[in-house]
């Protein structure tokens, strides 16, 4: 299949969201070599922004970071988060207008093998980096990143609150509510008549081209596809609030804006928001192969094992928060999502070492989206 041609002058038109405030704003991105880091400093340096990235290397081989040559293209540090003192020296010699924190180990099974990384990482990696935004004395607006998997999870029908309590029953889950009452604390503490303004974003089950991380649903099929291989699902009744990678990060994107306009922290910007898709996107995983399949043709495998560690079985987000404070909803569609995400495999199979193309595809599902954002009236691409 031929890679996808240069984004044209129309669609790239189209590519200026946000009232234009990241334009010519300082920005640093955490986890920045991440799948959705990657995304996140795409559409950053789209939108004009000059950003600055503190990561760990690339975990997975192909990384979407190096397919869109973004080393060469932003301020690229490696860096561990659980380096207190390295950390703080960067935001002083960067000097953010803007902080996106999404660096974190971010795999529940994982969390299983490695505990004390995935709590030395998740919680103290975070309150590294609050304690860095301390000493910043000028305005900046902080979202830092966790997960829908945060809250306590009673396995019920009904999407999870904000003001819901925090839990986990694995470390990663665990790991992450400890940040978001972390980042509760710090902002009650030490931010309240401060330059930085604090938020936290809560999303999971992130899809979309590009993501080649181990143990995780999508890249499993992409990479079975490839084979002519069967899928095997693991846990194909596991209920999950599906949705694009582009959803979340208007969300944040939007959240960080707004936050922006605010003179000092405080209010009700300066908390937790859940970015989830639509109730149709609420599929189990056995909903998703299936709906990959309808774009790659293939077939799957029930590998479940009841002897297997534990993962929730039903969760979901109730997004009236950002809807009510934001004007924010997602734009694509479960079908959508799916079809766009195996486009960006299928197309991008013939662009390997061409990071021209890949940035192409993606600039143009960028474009796609915003496209179906305006016409929806979500607050941010109007």
Known sequence: MACPNSISNSTAAALVPFRDTFSGKTVLVTGHTG??????????????????GFSLTPESTPA???QLGLADRLHHQIG?????????????????????????????????????????????GT????????????????????TDKCYENREWIYGYREEDPMGGFDPYSSSKGMAELAIAAYRRSFFQNHPVKIASARAGNVIGGGDWALDRIVPDCIRALHCTAPIGIRNPHAT???????????????????LASQEQCGGPLCSGFNFGPGHDANRTVGELVREILKSWPGTWTDQSDPNALHEAKLLQLCTDKASALLGWSPAWPFPQAIAETVRWYRETDACQGEPARFQSLTHQQIAAYTASAQAAGIAWAV
């Open 35 to 52: 799948f959705k880091g990657s995304w996140l400093c795409e559409w950053l340096l789209q939108l004009g922004a000059d950003v600055h």
């Open 64 to 66: 979407l970071f190096d």
């Open 80 to 124: 561990d988060i659980r380096d207190a003192a390295l950390l703080r020296h960067a935001v002083e010699a960067v000097q953010p207008d803007f902080v996106f924190h999404l660096a974190a180990q971010p795999l529940v099974r994982l969390s299983y093998d490695r505990p004390v990384e995935t709590y030395a990482a998740n919680v103290m």
């Open 127 to 146: 309150v590294h980096l609050l304690d860095a935004l301390r000493s910043l004395r000028k305005p900046c607006a902080a979202v830092f990143i966790t």
């Open 240 to 258: 999950r609030p599906w949705q694009h990678v582009l959803e979340p990060l208007s969300g944040y994107l939007w959240l960080g804006a707004r």
